[in-house]
């Protein structure tokens, strides 16, 4: 298992692009939303995961480390299935608790632009995540393929407790509700397709979404990538 904590996501948002033509009030708002993330420190992001092996062959109904996940999705269609790798992501309460704290002040433009702030903060705690989980899986001699997230299609999300607990998620602070919500709420999950021999996916989980093509997130995950 794998764990990670005291990321330093906030100097790579530092560098990032605003998406869309970014407006001044936006600017402002974003770099005001920076300093308070940093000066307040509100971001304590970590992740943990697990490579879990496989219990008996691959079926749509997939069995690991005593949990069950119906993920169909996660069959590939050569190669070899072996293990599926769980991860959890967090930026800890401080940033959500913040966001409130200045809806209740009246300040819902900053509100706003730290919340958007977490969730691209966010994501990049998910990029480093996979980063290390491919790294893993490499020293293996293993390939890795997929993304699914609980409430995906192809992934229910009564799974996200079978994911969360594969993945270790208690011991860097998430917990999950009755209404399958995760806390902290700038929390996220993943489980990916670890094998032999994996192709790679010819579907993403932003796929069904109707905000993919306008996604700042998403696009500039497509220019990270692109750039690599």
């Not at 992001?45 to 008996?56: D, H, K, N, R, T």
Request: aromatic share 2%; proline share 5%; hydrophobic share 45%.
């Amino acid at each position: 298992m794998g764990v990670a904590r005291g990321l330093d996501v906030l100097r790579h948002a530092r560098t990032a692009p605003l998406s869309g033509r970014p407006s001044p009030a936006r600017t402002r708002l974003r770099a005001q939303a920076l300093a308070m993330a940093r000066d307040d420190s509100l971001v304590q992001a970590a992740y943990s995961y697990q490579i879990v092996p496989l219990e008996g062959a691959p079926a749509p109904v997939l069995r690991a480390g005593g949990e069950a996940l119906e993920a169909p999705w996660l069959l590939p269609t050569c190669g070899e299935l072996t293990a599926l790798a769980c991860g959890a992501c967090t930026l800890g309460p401080g940033l959500e608790r913040r966001v409130s704290e200045l809806f209740a002040q009246h300040r819902a433009s900053l509100a706003m632009a730290l919340n958007e702030l977490g969730n691209e903060l966010l994501f990049e705690v998910g990029r480093r995540a996979q980063d290390r989980m491919q790294a893993d899986a490499g020293r293996r001699a293993l390939t890795m393929s997929g993304e699914l997230r609980a409430g995906d299609p192809g992934l229910a999300l009564d799974a996200q407790g079978a994911v969360l607990r594969l993945a270790g998620a208690e011991r860097i602070g998430i917990s999950l509700g009755d209404s399958l919500l995760m806390h902290p709420l700038k929390s996220t999950s993943m489980v990916l397709g670890v094998g032999i021999d994996l192709p790679a996916s010819t579907w993403s989980r932003c796929d069904a979404c109707n905000s993919r093509d306008k996604c700042g997130v998403r696009s500039r995950a497509l220019a990270a990538a692109a750039a690599a």
